[in-house]
């Protein structure tokens, strides 16, 4: 079925989507959660296993502290429950991906519940409450490739035993645009706390949505079913969709929604049929033999509430309150620790913080645009291109180099490629404007005689402009900065420029 097939239907009708999204979050540790196999992302398969993590009889697992305390803090930033003592316990399934047959997990006991995350709707904002938080291994990775034409079947157990917090929520989103909304502030919030990479594309999130319908104002909650293994915003988004359309359907076919568990086809545009829908009977849960129970200290827990810290909704308000940011700037630059720290650090620096006092709205608006813009950009591809060398300019250097844009020192061109420099390097932006000989120029009488020369060279465009076709004035302001060498200042020479075309026209028409 289509994605879009009865799009139109599905929002008229009086029926309701009821949504719940079951969110895996790889955590951002060296080693899996029992073992010290390394957790990392794009080694050869099968490099990263032991005996623990595949399995073998006689091992034992041990939880590793990073992943526990990087849970916790997760759970204090939603505002939920941290329970000092919970429990793991065996879920068994048997799949070619998880050798032990089953797979370790929290259940009954798991390590937080309760909480909520805002997410960002029309309207305004609207909190989603948390279920729980629990801890769980992840389990292997499955992949058919086609060989001589045949459709093989092979298996990396690299992925099987990597730390994942799952964090289920209520459900309460009423559109696939919520659920999109909501995943989106998952993943903002758990890169803002630098618990996990959050990168999607290379599973550091992956989403289970659990959806059903009903008749609007009920709330009966009928059969639902399970989307598995959503791997991006916008396969959430339309997956969701064309399960409402296709539950939708079988209802106004006066047919029942069974429980089932469903793959969204991103080609295909639609859902297909995985295997009925397991329920909790089926796992046999029973609490894991082999792990204690965890019992969290209180410097575990002190560590995790504090760098829980502010959360980026919070500053995103703040952001917009103190400073009256857009909506959409304030976002932006909130989906990142260093970025929102950036910011603040420049605004205070640039506005008063180094006694020279600048336009408090000029500072904001100077110190966003380039956060979110160039520096994340310039960021962004000197790591890809050159590896760990990008370094962030401190906020006093990136101080020093706005002041030098504000200044109108070196032009918007020129302070792109000082910036490239000094993320290469670490050099400061003075010293390679000093070096390189970059500054613009602002000597009036300097600039005065190259548009003196520029209007004598060209005595008929000028006749023109002086007959009313304005449009020659950027033709002038061009020619200037030719002759400079693209070194006069842009807003000088217009400026100059303004004045000497005025006083030619007067002096005409005397």
Known sequence: MSAHEGKTDYQIQDFEPVIGLEVHIQLQTRSKLFCRCPAGFGAPANTQTCPVCLGHPGTLPVVNRRAVALAARLGFAVGGRVHRRSLFARKHYFYPDLPKGYQITQFESPLCEGGAIPILVEGG??????????????????????????????????????????????????SPSEAAAYLAAVRQLVQYLEISGGRMEMGHLRCDANVSIRRRGSLEMNPRTELKNLNSIKNVEKGIEAEIIRQHLIRRGGGPV?????????????????????????????????????????????????????????????????????????????????????????????????????????????????????????????????????????????????????????????????????????????????????????????????????????????????????????????????????????????????????????????
């Open 125 to 174: 904002e609207r909190e989603i409450r948390i279920k729980r938080i629990h801890l769980e291994e992840d389990a292997g990775k499955m992949s058919h490739p086609e060989r001589e034409g045949q459709r093989d079947s092979s298996v990396d157990f690299n992925r099987g035993g990597v730390p994942l917090a799952e964090i289920v929520s209520e459900p309460e989103l009423r």
């Open 258 to 510: 069974t429980h089932m568990t469903l793959l969204w086809d991103q080609v295909a545009g639609g859902v297909r049929s995985m295997r009925s829908k397991e329920e909790r009977p089926d796992y046999r849960y029973f609490p894991e033999p082999d792990l204690p129970p965890l019992v969290l200290d209180d410097e575990l827990l002190k560590h995790a509430q504090r760098e829980a810290g502010e959360l980026p909704w919070d500053i995103r308000r703040r952001f917009q309150e103190d400073w009256n940011l857009p909506a959409a700037d304030a976002e932006r630059l909130t989906r990142t620790r260093p970025d929102a720290c950036d910011f603040q650090s420049l605004v205070v620096q640039l506005s008063a913080g180094d006694g020279r006092g600048s336009d408090a709205e000029q500072a904001v608006k100077t110190a966003a645009n380039w956060v979110i813009g160039d520096l994340r950009r310039i960021l962004r591809r000197v790591l890809r291109e050159e590896g760990p060398c990008a370094r962030r300019p401190a906020p006093q250097a990136m101080a020093a180099f706005l002041r030098l844009v504000m200044d109108r020192v070196i032009s918007g061109d020129t302070a792109r490629a000082v910036l490239e420099v000094m993320v290469q390097t670490g050099r400061p932006a003075d010293q390679i404007v000093k070096e390189q000989g970059l500054a613009l120029i602002n000597d009036e009488a300097t600039i005065r005689g190259w548009i003196a020369e520029v209007l004598n060279n060209n005595p008929d465009a000028v006749e023109e402009y002086l007959a009313g076709k304005a449009v020659l004035k950027s033709y002038f302001v061009g020619c200037v900065m030719r002759r400079s060498d693209g070194k006069a200042c842009p807003r000088t020479v217009a400026m100059i420029l303004t004045e000497d075309l005025a006083f030619r026209k007067a002096k005409g028409g005397e």
